[in-house]
């Protein structure tokens, strides 16, 4: 470098005066457009700063397990379960804490009617609470079954829910998405199960009335809303949360002020009973719940109305002030008063076991429960397994040797074994299958399965099977049916004491009114 700057030096020396000055002004002009051109380059590249967060990358992805084996084949994008029965970052009740966060979309499952339709376009079928409550309008109720206009948001008046209750969310957090896969999984249900399902809740959507109801009487309004509770499906939900929201502020309107339904027909005071439970359990609306103490009330008066016969005492009948009893009629309201237990209102434990003990005065040795006294009828028998189940029993020898009699049957819809009350036999033996567990349910679950899946209509609805005489009924009936047998996998958890551990402390049940006459 020093000789290099040796030369050039004598070598600008050697010019001239005016050389030097020359050479010199060139350089001092080049050395100024170079800083110059520099300057402008740098303010061009924009600058790029690393960060760094403290936060810990995520676990390592387990490949031991697969929990959603029986849907691998379909996209999940919906929220998970935390610790209150919502997603991530949010308390009990799926509410959003102050540092959680919320997903701002959601990709619907379904678009179609019609089930050709639903099996194309299928992504995933595990229903969600949706996360965007607050952009669901809510009908608020008046307390007295009155119904204003609809509403935006959270709030006490609104039969709304900030998520399935928790931790765990309750009784009802398995039939909500992750938790629902796994069950069916578990359970030996299927994609095709499911998608079932769900062709079926889009039916019935259609055939729901302005004002929430179904066509018949309450029965089978409640039945469908039970068919949308069971898949998880509450107020908030995106796809069905305005069908499920019309459907409960219809049914709090027929409970009457001393909380018989206006039919006055107890087979609808047990199902609307019973809708109203699965809907206070999922969504501890007020407006839900103050109907629901008023029937549930109804139904312990009722119970105690004074019956001919010893043998019927605890149990009930067509009327509240019926003075006999059967095991159809009282079937439903065990499942009405158990379910309101669960979902937190307090009932006493007398009722269960005057439910029980009449319950047992039905059942004959031969292993089976019969309509009016003691028999073995398919749909009979199915109902008192159930409720005993229900009741505590499922140890007990006897529905042991009830359920046998089941392994005696055809689900099948062309040749069923039974005829008669077909639907709504498999209806109740599909459950007290599933609760006996094990070979019971292996025998039973397969033919069900498979008869249901391959012998739904093209548009999601069920007709019946040969040989049935419920075609009076209507294809809501039939449909609602199908669609809760098909449900069964994550309705219910397989031992029904685990739930109520799990539910909340129990509220006592108001008083309604006077007790109804006796007969």
Request: aromatic share 10%.
């Amino acid at each position: 470098m020093k000789v290099i700057s040796k030369k050039f030096l004598t070598w600008l020396m050697s010019l001239t005066t005016l050389m030097r000055y020359f050479v010199i002004a060139v350089m001092f002009h080049v050395l100024i457009l170079f800083i110059l051109g520099t300057i402008e380059i740098a303010g061009a590249i924009p600058k790029i700063i690393a960060t760094f967060s403290g936060a810990m990358p995520p676990p390592p992805v387990q490949d031991d397990m697969d929990p959603f084996a029986a849907l691998r084949d379909f996209e999940y994008s919906g929220p998970t379960l935390g610790g209150g029965g919502g997603t991530p970052g949010k308390g009990p009740g799926g509410i959003p804490t102050a540092a959680g966060t919320t997903p701002t979309e959601y990709k619907a499952s379904i678009s179609a009617v019609d089930r050709t339709a639903v099996d194309s376009q299928v992504q995933e079928v595990i229903g969600v609470v949706s996360d965007s409550a607050t952009a669901v309008a809510r009908l608020q109720g008046s307390g007295l079954g009155g119904v204003a206009a609809p509403t935006m948001g959270f709030g006490e008046g609104k039969i709304g829910t900030a998520g399935v209750r928790g931790p765990g969310g309750g009784g009802f957090g398995h039939r909500v998405g992750p938790m629902r896969a796994q069950m069916i999984s578990k359970n030996k249900g299927s994609q095709d199960t499911e998608r079932a399902v769900l062709a079926a809740l889009r039916w019935l959507k259609e055939q729901q009335s302005p004002n929430g109801s179904w066509k018949g009487h309450e029965a089978f309004s409640a039945l469908a809303t039970l068919c949308f509770l069971g898949h998880g499906e509450t107020p908030d939900s995106d796809e069905f949360g305005p069908t499920v929201s019309k459907a409960l502020s219809h049914l709090v309107t027929v409970v009457g002020p001393q909380g018989i339904v206006k039919s006055r027909n107890m087979y609808s005071q047990g199902a609307v009973t019973l809708a109203l439970s699965e809907a206070y359990g999922m969504t501890q609306s007020p407006q839900v719940r103050e109907p629901l103490e008023r029937a549930v009330a109804a139904i312990l008066l009722s119970q105690k109305v004074k019956k001919a016969s010893s043998a019927d005492e605890g149990g009930w009948r067509y009327t509240p002030t019926s003075n006999d009893a059967d095991v159809s009629v009282s079937g439903w309201l065990v499942m009405g008063i158990k379910s309101a237990k669960l979902a937190g209102l307090s009932v006493p434990e007398d009722a269960f076991e005057m439910a029980s003990k009449y319950l047992w005065n039905m059942y004959a040795e031969s292993g089976g429960f019969g309509y009016a006294g003691p028999g073995r009828g398919m749909a009979t028998t199915a109902v008192g397994i159930l409720c005993q189940q229900f009741l505590g029993h499922g140890s007990d020898k006897r529905l042991k040797k009830a359920l046998d009699f089941y392994k005696e049957h055809k689900v099948d819809w062309k040749e069923p074994t039974a005829k008669g009350h077909t639907l709504y036999g498999w209806y109740y033996a599909t459950q007290a299958m599933f609760q006996g567990g094990g070979s019971y349910w292996e025998h039973w679950n397969k033919q069900m399965r498979e008869t249901l899946v391959k012998n739904q209509n093209s548009d999601g609805s069920w007709g019946l099977p040969a040989g049935s005489n419920e075609s009076g009924h209507g294809l809501v009936y039939s449909t609602t049916l199908c669609c809760l047998m098909l449900e069964v996998y994550y309705r219910y958890l397989p031992i029904y004491q685990e739930m109520e551990r799990k539910s909340l402390p129990a509220m006592p049940v108001s008083n309604p009114g006077q007790s109804p006459s006796r007969s």
